[in-house]
Each structure stands twice: as structure tokens, then as C-alpha cells.
């Protein structure tokens, strides 16, 4: 088990959005690692996290796509990937893309920290 606090890298291109998950999760106890797009992810350029909780909606390369690199990579292919989307009917092409979740827009905070806490005890990271 890893110890506290887990690190969550959000990559949401909506300010207002990307804002209110940082500062929830920040009180929740989690450390919170923030982008407005996906190009540094596709460029390996961050520290890993415990876990991804990705846009599908990007306005530079779609959240899918970032599923798919992170999942091509060893370091990388064992930490959950949570998507987030407005467009319930690509559900199913996340967890083709290999997201551990998939969580509908707009959400309620509580049911995004029973789905972050899910991902974790199901990946390890958390007991």
C-alpha cells in the first residue's frame, strides 16, 4: 500500500471545472496534479500519478487517445484511468480504450469519490 497522500493527475480543459476538482479532492486528503490539455501526457511529460482522471473532451487530442498511449506504456499501464464525459454513449469505448471507469457529466462530488476510491482498491493502491 502506498502511502499517503495519492497523487491524482486531472487533465480537464475546463478552468471552472479543472478549479473545483482540485480544490475538492485538495480537501479530501489527495495530492492534485492539474492540466488543461493533453500534449505533456502524450509527451511523457509529468510525474506519475496513483491514479488519471481524464477528459474525453479535449480541445488538442481526445481523452480516448490519452487512454490508449497511457495503456501502451509499462510504466504507466497499471494505474486506473477514470474518464470523464458529457456524451454517456462513449461509456463503452472508454473501457475499450482501457479506462479502469467511466464517470457521467455532470456529477455529483460524492459519487466522483466513491468512483476514485473504487479505482483504487480494485488497482492496489488503497486497502
Do not use: W
Request: some cysteine.
Amino acid at each position: 500500500m502506498k502511502t499517503l497522500p495519492l497523487k491524482i493527475l486531472i487533465i480537464e480543459d475546463d478552468p471552472e471545472i479543472l478549479n473545483t476538482l482540485n480544490v475538492y479532492l485538495g480537501t479530501m486528503g489527495f495530492d492534485v496534479d492539474v492540466m488543461l490539455n493533453g500534449k505533456e501526457i502524450l509527451k511523457n511529460q509529468f510525474v506519475p500519478p496513483d491514479l488519471f482522471l481524464i477528459d474525453q473532451r479535449l480541445p488538442d487530442v481526445d481523452g480516448l487517445e490519452i487512454c490508449r498511449n497511457l495503456r501502451s506504456k509499462p510504466n504507466y499501464k497499471d494505474i486506473p484511468i477514470i474518464v470523464m464525459s458529457a456524451n454517456e454513449n462513449i461509456r463503452k469505448q472508454a473501457f475499450d480504450a482501457g479506462a479502469f471507469d467511466f464517470i457521467a457529466k455532470p456529477f455529483a462530488l460524492t459519487e466522483l469519490i466513491k468512483t476514485i476510491t473504487r479505482s483504487l482498491e480494485v488497482s492496489g493502491a488503497i486497502h
